[in-house]
Structure formats: C-alpha cells, structure tokens
C-alpha cells in the first residue's frame, strides 16, 4: 500500500499573492483593445515561434518537480541540479525513498532549497496517497500538493496537459503591466485580464511568448524596445530607444 499523505503542513515556496514592483512610470497609461492584443501577441509569435518552457523534463511529475524547486530561482539553476534528481528519482514512489536529505543534498545550488526538498518530497507522498502517484489535471488538486501555488499548477496544466492557462510569473506580470496587455497590482488581477483578453487559440502559446520576451527583452531595469518585435503595438509611452555606440578611446 503506498504510504499515507503527510499529515504535516509544509510551506508554499510560491506566493499567492503578490503586489506590483513596477513603478508607475513603467506601466502603460490603458490596456490594450482586443485588436491591440491581437496584433502584440501576432507580433510576439513571430519573434518566438518555437517558444517552450525552458525547463528540462520528460514527465509531468518531472515537470511538476522542475516548477516547484524554480520558485524564487533560474530556469537554468533548475536545469543543473535536476539531471542527477531525475536520475535518482524519476517517480513520486523514488522521490520518497530518497527522502528530504538526499534531495536537499542534490538541490543545495538552488535558493531555499531546504524547504524545496521537503515540498518535493511531501507531494510526493501526496501523489501516491490522494492520486496513484498521477499528476491531476485540475488547479483545485495541484494546489492542495505542498509547494504548489496557483502559478505553478497553471504551467504544469498549460505545458503537461495543453489547457489554455495563463501562468503569471515575475516576467509576465511585469510585461502585462508595461505594454497594456493586461495592467493589475497583483498576479491574480493580471491573469484574470489575460484570461479575459487573451484570444483563445492564443492562450497556451502566448504564456512561453511573454515569458521569454519577459526574460530576454522586456527587463526589469530596461527594457531593451529597440529589439523588441512588438515595439510598435507595444504601449509603453516611454520606449529605450538604441544605446549610442561608444565612442573609440583617443590615443593617449
């Protein structure tokens, strides 16, 4: 029989609800008409047309780990320690013979890695006792796994299963907020835009088109718009426009 869900509370290492770090000044004035979103995320599409997630996985429990232990964390410090947790621990029934120890062990490059072992372990349990060691395919039973916010079910729904979710993570919610895609103070009213605005044969797509653009072109100090594919549907009043090249050093 496989063994009974963990009765202790674990701790979240994602947070259900969080504020705007965006300054006013770097947000659009309005959102986005629905023509307007459209033709931004059209113009996005073209500039990622094989948009992924980029982290490594081959299951959706492999997925759902990687998610969990990215919180507050890189993709690709992610994708350094999975290779040999995977390894060790393919399946929820592995992941807790290896016990919280020996993760915390494969996984202490990453922040908050000690409360990530235990979460990862603790679902885990929670897999094998609540659900045949299967991922469910529904928000309400991912988030009652420990670790698990409303982010991270969101990706594992969008990328595991093809459901049309709109996770919201630091790079999404900062994009939103300065195009006028979809402008809220917190996560939630940002992703209840999206889900609104969002056309929906361009929902699953457009979560890996707003993260990578999020991660690569639209950054937190500055935005680099001059490369950006969708500056002209873009509605941030205050475009970067292209760094001047340095002038050559004079012979001394």
């Known amino acids: 029989m496989p063994p009974k869900a963990t009765s202790r509370k674990v701790a979240k290492t994602t947070t259900k609800t969080s504020k705007t ?13 629905k023509s307007e979103v459209h033709q931004f995320l059209t113009d996005l599409s073209r500039a990622w047309p094989d948009a992924q997630t980029e982290l490594h996985y081959t299951t959706p429990f492999t997925l759902l780990v990687a998610v969990v232990l990215s919180a507050q964390a890189t993709d690709a410090s992610v994708n350094r320690v999975t290779p040999a947790l995977f390894a060790a621990a393919p399946t929820p029934q592995a992941m807790v013979a290896l016990g919280d120890e020996q993760v915390g062990t494969l996984i202490r490059t990453i922040g908050l890695w000690r409360n990530k ?15 045949d060691g299967q991922i469910p395919h529904t928000r309400e039973a991912l988030e009652k796994l420990a670790g698990v916010g409303r982010k991270t079910a969101n990706v594992v729904l969008n990328v595991a299963f093809n459901q049309p979710t709109v996770p919201v993570d630091t790079h999404v919610f900062r994009l939103a907020n300065r195009s006028g895609l979809g402008r809220g103070r917190t996560v939630e009213a940002v992703e209840k835009k999206l889900e609104a605005r969002i056309p929906l044969d361009m929902v699953r797509d457009s979560h890996h088109w707003l993260i990578l653009q999020g991660r690569y072109v639209c950054k937190a ?7 950006c594919a969708a500056k002209e549907s873009c509605l941030f009043p205050d475009k970067t426009p292209l760094p001047r090249p340095k002038a050559p050093r004079s012979a001394a």
Do not use: F, G, I, Y
């Open 21 to 33: 770090d965006t300054p006013a000044a770097q947000t659009a004035t309005r959102d986005m008409t």
């Open 117 to 131: 072992a235990k979460n990862v372990v603790a679902l885990s349990r929670q897999l094998l006792a609540e659900h």
């Open 221 to 227: 100090r500055k935005p680099e718009c001059w490369r």
